[in-house]
C-alpha cells in the first residue's frame, strides 16, 4: 500500500474476509473518517427507510454475491466499525430513503460525476477503451489504484473510491474491460445493487462482452442507472443503457462506440430524468457531438495515439477534457488495453498529466 495527496495504492488478494480486513487495515483512519462524516449525513434521513435500504440490498449481496458481503465485515473487523456503517456506505440513499428534514442541506463532500467513454474495437495496441472522470470538483474524489486477486473469480485492475468498494472503471485478468457514464432515471429497484459495485460484478463475475451483457440483463442499479461500456480482447464492444428497471444495447459502427451521460435508445430515453440539469445535459448533448464530429473525419484513424488525442481534446462546446464548462472538471483519463492487461491514467486531466501504468506483470 501506497499514499500521497493525490491518490492511493493497494494490492489486495485471498478470501472476501481476507481482501477487506486488508483494505480496512491499510486505511483504518480513512474508514473511520468517512464513517463519521456519514454518520452525520444519515442524520437527515428516515431511519427506518435507511434500515430497509440496508437490509434490501444486503439481502440482495448475500443472495447472489457473498463475497462483497464478507468484505464488508472484513473491513469491519480491521477497522472497529460496526458492520452496518460499512453497508451503509454502499447503500445508495437519494431518492430511495425518505428525508427527515427537507430540502437536505449541501454538506461538504457532495459532488456530481459526468464522464465521457469511446471504444475502439482494434488499434496499433488492440481493442481500447478511452474514458474520463469529470466531476463538480476540480480535485475529483479520492482514487485507489488497486490490483485485486480474489480467491473465486477473475483478477483486477480497478480504479475504486477510497474508503468503499465501490469501483470506476478496470479491467480484468481474462481481457475485459469495463467503463460508465452515468444516467439517471424516475424508476427505482429498490432489490437492486449499488450501480459502482456492478462495476466491480462485471469484472469479477464476467470473462468477455457478452457474459457482460448477460450479467447486466440480470441485474440492475437501485435508482440512478450507467452507460456500461464492455470491451474485450477480442474486440466485441457494447454499450449498455441500463435503468433500475429496462435496458437497451448498442454496438460499434465502423469500430467505433461512444456514450456521455444520456439515453440514445428510445425506451431509455422515456425513463429518462434530467437530475443534472438543462446546462449539464446539453453539456452532454455536445460531447456527443464532438465525438461523432471526430469519428467521422476523412483522416481518423483507430490508434493509441488517437485515444491519447481525443482525452486532451478541447473543443468548444463538447471537450471531452473538461476544464470547467457546465461546472465540470476532468480529474482522472484512463485508456484499457484488455489485450496487453493494462490500465493506463492520469492524475488530473490528460491535457496536464502523463499516462501511468497500472499492469499484471
Known sequence: MDRHRD???????????????TYG??????????????????????????EEARLNQLETLQKHFPYLAEEMNGIAEATGLDPRIVQLAHVTIDRVVKES????????????????????????RGPLLGKTLDGSSKNGP?????KISPKNGHGMLVMMYLGKLNAETGVNEKGLAVGNSSIHFNSMNPRGINRQLLI????????????????????GPINSGYNFMLLDKNGDAANVER???????????KGVLFCVNHCVCENM???????????RHLNSKARWANFQNIASREDFEMAFETMKNILRNHASPGGICQHGFAGMYT?????????????LFTVGSACQSEFQVLSFD
Not at 487495515?25 to 435507511?50: G, P, T
Request: proline share 5%; charged share 30%; aromatic share 8%.
Open 7 to 21: 491518490l492511493s495504492w493497494i494490492q489486495l488478494r485471498g478470501s472476501p474476509k481476507e481482501i477487506g480486513r
Open 25 to 50: 487495515k491499510a486505511f483504518k483512519q480513512i474508514f473511520i473518517a468517512h464513517s463519521e462524516a456519514l454518520r452525520e449525513r444519515l442524520k437527515f434521513y428516515d431511519s427506518v427507510s435507511l
Open 101 to 124: 428534514i427537507a430540502p437536505r442541506p449541501k454538506l461538504d463532500g457532495d459532488q456530481k460525476n459526468d464522464c465521457s467513454n469511446i471504444i475502439f474495437t482494434n488499434s496499433d
Open 142 to 146: 479520492d482514487r485507489l489504484m488497486a
Open 200 to 219: 466491480r460484478l462485471l469484472l469479477q463475475e464476467c470473462a468477455n462482452t457478452e457474459e457482460g451483457i448477460e450479467f447486466l440483463k440480470k441485474y
Open 243 to 253: 435503468s433500475p428497471t429496462d435496458y437497451c444495447i448498442r454496438r460499434p459502427r
Open 269 to 279: 430515453t422515456r425513463d429518462e430524468r434530467l437530475a443534472m440539469g438543462m446546462e
Open 331 to 343: 480529474s482522472t483519463s484512463f485508456i484499457l488495453i484488455p489485450l496487453e492487461g493494462k490500465m
